[in-house]
Each structure stands twice: as structure tokens, then as C-alpha cells.
């Protein structure tokens, strides 16, 4: 299958700082501020929103790759928007520099990559595993 995605592409995703995305919820830090893997969680879905409009209907992308740097600390009720654009092409694999404010602030920023798969050849293989 060909896909005719050229570096270039952009989407932001943002939401609202609420409890449940903060690293005291999620177990991954204990302080009330947005967790590191919601960061990633915003920066991946920016990163799928962006070329996801341009895949043919039963494919998708799956993250396979992250570094990001989590600059500073954004507390409950502020907004984070996250923007991605593709840089990178290499057959299915595709590669996106992120970026992330708050209201005040650059709050993250990296490299993520993710892959192009069939939707349904996907989610047969990990169902797979169950036997």
C-alpha cells in the first residue's frame, strides 16, 4: 500500500489540567501537575491527528518511539495545547518534532515517532497473543 504523506503536516491537541491527568493520580510523580505520560499521551495524539485525515480508511498510526523533555510543571486548571508536525517520511514509519505550552510557558518538547499499520491486521495480531 502507498501513502502520499509529506513532511509538512500539522495538528495541535489541547486540554484542560484536570486531577486525573496529574502524576499524584497516575502514580507517576507525587505532586498535582500534569504528568509526564499525559504530555506524551498529548504530543502522540497531536502526532496522530495529524496525518491520520490523510490515511486511507482501516489504517491508523501506532507510537513506537518518544523522547521528549518535560521543561516545566503545568498545575490543575490550566490549559496545554501540543503541536506536532511531521518531519520525517521513511516508508511507514513516520517522524514528528513536538512541542507544548501551558498559558504561560513551553512545557515539553522532543521527537515521536509512529508507524502506519492496518487497523484490523493490528489488532488481530495482538488478539493473537491471548490464544
Not at 496529574?22 to 507517576?28: D, E, I, K, P, R
Not at 499521551?41 to 496525518?51: D, F, L, P
Request: charged share 20%; proline share 5%.
Amino acid at each position: 500500500m502507498e501513502f502520499n504523506l509529506k513532511p509538512g503536516l500539522t495538528a495541535e491537541l489541547s486540554i484542560v489540567v484536570n486531577p486525573e491527568h496529574t502524576a499524584a493520580h497516575l502514580g507517576s510523580g507525587g505532586v498535582a501537575v500534569l504528568a509526564t505520560p499525559m504530555l506524551i499521551a498529548i504530543m502522540e495524539g497531536a502526532s496522530r491527528n495529524a496525518v491520520q485525515p490523510h490515511l486511507p480508511e482501516g489504517w491508523t498510526t501506532v507510537g513506537t518511539l518518544v523522547n521528549i523533555r518535560h521543561l516545566a510543571a503545568t498545575p490543575v486548571g490550566m490549559r496545554v495545547t501540543a503541536r506536532s508536525t511531521l518531519t520525517e517520511v521513511d516508508g511507514r514509519r513516520l517522524v514528528f518534532a513536538v512541542e507544548a505550552y501551558d498559558e504561560a510557558e513551553k512545557v515539553g518538547e522532543g521527537q515521536h515517532e509512529r508507524f502506519i499499520v492496518s487497523s484490523e491486521r493490528f489488532l488481530g495480531k495482538a488478539n493473537a497473543k491471548r490464544g
